[in-house]
């Protein structure tokens, strides 16, 4: 069984370009990350209509398939849903956004005009949680694109889309963003913890993208070694890191700057970790995200590259 996870990178009418990654993935269930969500002519939701196109033809178009919808209303977001397809059925579907940990309340300090109370901190984006009847018995696959490392919104202290009016209004949005990407990664682990207190053996994998490496404060809240509970008996909770298995040279799912950078990853529970037989990185063609968004340049597929892990029937 091949099990794949890909940031498609703001999946959007055209679609020409697309084709040929999903394709290479030839997996059994693919977590896509960056699905932009389309208007319909006389409908009022969005719908996944550069999806539909990318996957007609292929296997894939096929699938089962469940995805995220857009804030508090039916149908997708605008951008960024999460989508899930499956050759297997899959039984059960939720999206997890604030039901374990709620937003934490902040009056931010550098608002021009001065805030006068706190405003909740949320997430743009939930988890979703997968269950899904495989060759191998009943499979949680948890869908994750964690907010990204970029300064969110603070009231008049930015000049444009890229440009902030001061150094401290930057900072006090880097914080922001800091901390959603921390307590999603909590509310991902007490997912985790709640399923394995249902079943102690439940065969749990998490994948997409993490928007952090793997000594980051999310990936260790989310890995929960021994190491840092500092408990061996609690070992069999902790989430095993997959793609520590690819060669140094070869670990990066991302390149900023000239940097390699492994953002995207996949964990399994130790139940699943049995059955894993290898994974594979496909990053022989990505190009530098922070040079083509200089240059006004899309990828012709995505600055991601896919992840796609082998499991044992």
């Known amino acids: 069984m091949r099990i794949a996870t890909f940031n498609v990178e703001s999946l959007d009418m055209p679609v020409e370009g697309r084709i040929p ?56 977001a605008d951008v960024h849903n999460l989508v899930t397809l499956s050759r297997y059925p899959i039984t059960s579907c939720e999206q997890v956004l604030h039901n374990l940990v709620p937003p934490v309340e902040l009056r931010a300090v550098t608002a021009e005009p001065a805030a006068t109370q706190a405003m909740p901190i949320r997430f743009e984006r939930p988890l979703l949680h997968a269950q899904i009847a495989t060759d191998l018995g009943l499979l949680h696959v948890v869908n994750v694109h964690l907010r990204a490392p970029i300064a969110s919104p603070i009231a008049g202290q930015k000049a444009g889309p890229f440009t902030w009016k001061s150094v401290r209004g930057w900072a006090e949005g880097y914080y922001h963003s800091g901390l959603k990407r921390i307590a999603q990664a909590f509310e991902l ?11 102690a053996e439940a065969r749990i994998l998490l994948t997409g993208d993490f928007n952090a490496e793997l000594n980051e404060t999310p990936m260790r809240l989310i890995a929960g070694t021994s190491e840092d509970t500092g408990n061996a008996e609690l ?42 037989r290898g994974i594979e990185v496909h990053n022989e063609a990505l190009g530098d995200e922070a040079v083509g968004w200089a240059s006004q340049v899309a990828a012709a597929g995505s600055y991601h590259a896919a992840l796609v892990a082998t499991f044992a029937s």
């Open 189 to 199: 682990r007490l997912l985790v913890d709640r399923l394995l207190d249902a079943d």
């Open 21 to 76: 990654a999903l394709e290479r993935l030839e997996a059994d269930i693919v977590c896509l990350q960056e699905v932009n969500g389309q208007r319909v002519s006389g409908q009022k939701e969005r719908a996944l209509t550069a999806l539909d196109l990318v996957l007609s033809g292929t296997p894939y178009a096929g699938y089962h398939r469940v995805s995220t919808q857009g804030h508090g209303r039916n149908g997708a």
């Open 235 to 276: 070992a069999a909770r902790s989430m095993v890191t997959l793609n520590r298995g690819l060669e140094t040279s070869r670990r990066f799912s991302v390149v900023h700057h000239g940097r390699p950078q492994m953002l995207d990853h996949m964990l399994a529970s130790h139940s699943l970790l049995g059955r894993f």
